[in-house]
């Protein structure tokens, strides 16, 4: 009985072990089969991306190919004039963006350096001060601070109307050329819309040609119609957006001079030199 438990004993454990060999064995084709199946979805998938980039360049090229193909459709004769506008209101644009850029200045901390110098008497440098910082409130800064310094306008009143005179003529300065940009806003979609009827009227003329008034005649004056109207309106749209960002501009320098003009007026009630 024993020798009998001996014996299966001894079976089940090489049946074991050969189960776990065997058992081993598959776990070791199931990872190199694992592997290989990444490998070759790795290689599919770089495949993939390879094709799929000469794809996008190609889309990237059809968008630009099929603008060019639509801009001369549109006519050289207005599509020129529409893209004329777009660039002269693009380079007013751009250059009110700069110029209203350049002009902003830290308001708070300007003023109250100016206010210590003019506390301290120093009007001399302050004056020195507004000259050395861009921008309209530094103008208007340094006109007021020029009429404490004189002996014959340094009176509040002065000082007051003053400040208000040069914060419009500044005000003028930042709004300069913006009728330009609002000019050309106007014109664009209006050749659009001159090229419409444009593209009309050769319609007509195609059709009373032809004796017909088949598609065919008149999808060509219709197309040119069309596309002028279609980017006269876009070249406004883009003008527009700048045209709001410059006004948001000129508006927060203006806020930015009506609280230097209080604050200069105050410093200005404080100092010694002032006539109240």
Same mark, same amino acid.
């Given at each position: 009985? /024993?020798?009998?438990? +001996? &014996?299966?004993?001894?079976?089940?454990?090489?049946?074991?072990? =050969?189960?776990? *060999?065997?058992? !081993?064995?598959?776990?070791?084709?199931?990872?190199?089969?694992?592997?290989?199946?990444?490998?070759?979805?790795?290689?599919?998938?770089?495949?993939?991306?390879?094709?799929?980039?000469?794809?996008?360049?190609?889309?990237?090229?059809?968008?630009?190919?099929?603008?060019?193909?639509?801009?001369?459709?549109?006519?050289?004769?207005?599509?020129?004039?529409?893209?004329?506008?777009?660039?002269?209101?693009?380079?007013?644009?751009?250059?009110?963006?700069?110029?209203?850029?350049?002009?902003?200045?830290?308001?708070?901390?300007?003023?109250?350096?100016?206010?210590?110098?003019?506390?301290?008497? /120093?009007?001399?440098? +302050? &004056?020195?001060?507004?000259?050395?910082?861009?921008?309209?409130? =530094?103008?208007? *800064?340094?006109? !007021?601070?020029?009429?404490?310094?004189?002996?014959?306008?340094?009176?509040?009143?002065?000082?007051?109307?003053?400040?208000?005179?040069?914060?419009?003529?500044?005000?003028?300065?930042?709004?300069?050329?913006?009728?330009?940009?609002?000019?050309?806003?106007?014109?664009?979609?209006?050749?659009?819309?001159?090229?419409?009827?444009?593209?009309?009227?050769?319609?007509?003329?195609?059709?009373?040609?032809?004796?017909?008034?088949?598609?065919?005649?008149?999808?060509?004056?219709?197309?040119?119609?069309?596309?002028?109207?279609?980017?006269?309106?876009?070249?406004?749209?883009?003008?527009?957006?700048?045209?709001?960002?410059?006004?948001?501009?000129?508006?927060?320098?203006?806020?930015?001079?009506?609280?230097?003009?209080?604050?200069?007026?105050?410093?200005?009630?404080?100092?010694?030199?002032?006539?109240?």
């Amino acid at each position: 009985m /024993k020798k009998l438990f +001996a &014996i299966i004993a001894m079976v089940a454990a090489c049946s074991f072990g =050969a189960t776990s *060999s065997v058992m !081993a064995q598959e776990d070791e084709v199931e990872a190199v089969e694992a592997v290989d199946s990444a490998a070759v979805d790795t290689a599919a998938v770089e495949e993939e991306t390879i094709e799929a980039a000469p794809i996008v360049e190609e889309e990237n090229e059809g968008v630009f190919k099929n603008l060019k193909t639509k801009y001369i459709e549109g006519g050289a004769g207005f599509m020129s004039l529409v893209a004329i506008a777009l660039v002269l209101g693009l380079a007013f644009c751009i250059e009110r963006v700069v110029y209203l850029t350049l002009a902003q200045i830290n308001t708070r901390k300007f003023t109250k350096e100016l206010a210590d110098l003019v506390a301290k008497g /120093k009007i001399a440098d +302050a &004056i020195e001060k507004c000259k050395g910082t861009r921008g309209p409130v =530094a103008q208007v *800064s340094r006109k !007021a601070m020029e009429c404490l310094d004189s002996n014959d306008r340094n009176d509040i009143g002065t000082i007051e109307r003053t400040i208000n005179m040069e914060a419009e003529v500044q005000g003028s300065y930042l709004e300069e050329n913006c009728s330009w940009i609002t000019l050309f806003i106007a014109m664009a979609p209006s050749l659009g819309f001159l090229g419409t009827v444009i593209g009309m009227v050769m319609a007509f003329d195609d059709i009373q040609r032809a004796g017909d008034i088949s598609p065919t005649v008149v999808a060509g004056g219709m197309k040119v119609a069309l596309i002028t109207t279609i980017f006269g309106i876009i070249v406004a749209l883009v003008l527009q957006v700048f045209y709001n960002y410059i006004l948001a501009k000129v508006e927060a320098l203006t806020g930015n001079m009506e609280e230097a003009a209080q604050e200069l007026l105050v410093m200005c009630v404080k100092s010694d030199k002032c006539k109240k």
